[in-house]
């Protein structure tokens, strides 16, 4: 694809992605690379403009992060943040130490508003500052053009060699005007046209899947979360019935949800491909029967999927192409791109390419930030219920189920979530909340209900806000809301006597319960 590119080079910063999200947002198409990036590389992609992120290290260290000088040289725009910003004026022969007050926060920022970073920015602005080292001196060259009250270096300058730097971090939300100078550098300095759109990138995927499949057989593994739904409608509208969507319901899914997804890509449903449906509840629930270790069950659910997956590509055939629904942050966490940690292998079809066979892979929405799915999901048409579905984990309710999985556990946890998303919705809070769902306890405890005694499980409510679903804080609902679910709970769904709700965050809680 010809497109405008900047690059992000990551020094190990827990805000890289979020750069480049805001960098995207601003039409401009951008990708993260480790600093480890050999310059040759670089060049060769010809970028725009180039910008590192911030970094956990001290860049006067000697084996911290580092780039060669050269980088600054070669005359395409930079723009350093924290780390970058402090490593950029260190290679350059400026001055980097420790501060004597360390800044964390919001801090008031005051700005040089003739700088091009700032147009547009209020002379006085709040910033997210985050560091223990600053820059006590610019090296040769740079201006400064804006300071707080305990850094005098809160950005700097050479506007010759198009080199900025900015000690705090524009690309959080808390940087109140951070957006309106990432949108400076990224389009008036770099002097990009803003040519990344959602619609002429669906326009243009679709294009390039019918060229590359022709008229060969493709097979999608359909889940009905967000990702593999674009996916699957992206290859759709691209290919028609060629496409074959195999959807396994293996009874750990929400209260209908199963027919909800059999509604929109079963035959009744919109879009033209093949639809297999796999009600493979029963064989889940035996092969789960009695196993109530966390990592065994979803050893167990991961592995079954494979298994029914195998058995239904078979009586297929061979396929020219396997579709999977990897998204961007999937390839950056799993280290093929930026400088995270391996958090986890991507777990969008975990191991199925073994199990089928085909020629190649396709990942139409490998490019794209999660909000970005939702767009081009948007843009296809797809209804807004299923884009903006919550995330659901792939082991589905076996992991919203502490212990042993049975049916009639499943019926309790689905009936007593089903209410709860209801009344979440009925209050206005669903677009509100991060993520929230019912939990089944693997507590039972005497209750009194009418003039008997009940012997019951408790269910546990969990809602979160969360920015990455790497940290979470448990969402604050009022009152009023929590009481009307646990009395419908307790009233509607049988075996439930006690509702608690979960106000862990994460870390040290996870989202989910195992
Ligand atoms: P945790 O429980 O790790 O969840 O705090 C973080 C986010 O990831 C989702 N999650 C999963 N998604 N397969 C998935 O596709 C899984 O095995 C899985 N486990 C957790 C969880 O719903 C939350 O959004």
New binding site residues.
Partial sequence: MDKELVIVLDFGGQYNQLVARRVRECNVYCEIYSYRTDIEKLKSMKPKGIILTGGPNSCYEADSPTYQRELFELGIPILGLCYGAQLMMHVLGGKVEKAPVREYGKTEVLTDSASPLFTGVSENTICWMSHFDYISKPAPGFQVVAHTADCPVAAAQNLESQLFAIQFHPEVLHTQEGTKMLYNFVRNICGCAGTWRMDSFVEQSIQEIREKVGDGKVLCALSG?VDSSVAAVMLSKAIGNQLTCVFVDHGLLRKNEGDEVEAVFGPDGPYELNFIRVNAQERYYNKLAGVSEPEQK?KII?EEFIRVFEEEAKKIGAVDFLVQGTIYPDVVESGLGGESAVIKSH??VGGLPDCVDFKEIIEPLRNLFKDEVRKAGLEMGIPENLVFR??????GLG?RIIGEVTADKVRIVQDADAIYREEIANAGLDKTIG?YFAALTNMRSVGVMGDERTYDYAVALRAVN?VD??T?ESAEIPFEVLQRVMSRIINEVRGVNRVFYDLTS?PP?????E
Avoid: L, V, Y
Wanted: proline share 13%; glycine share 18%; charged share 15%.
């Fill in positions: 979360g979803r991961g777990h969008n919550q995330p659901f984990p792939g082991p992991i993520q969360t679903f790497m979470a994460k809680g996870t989202i989910e319960f």
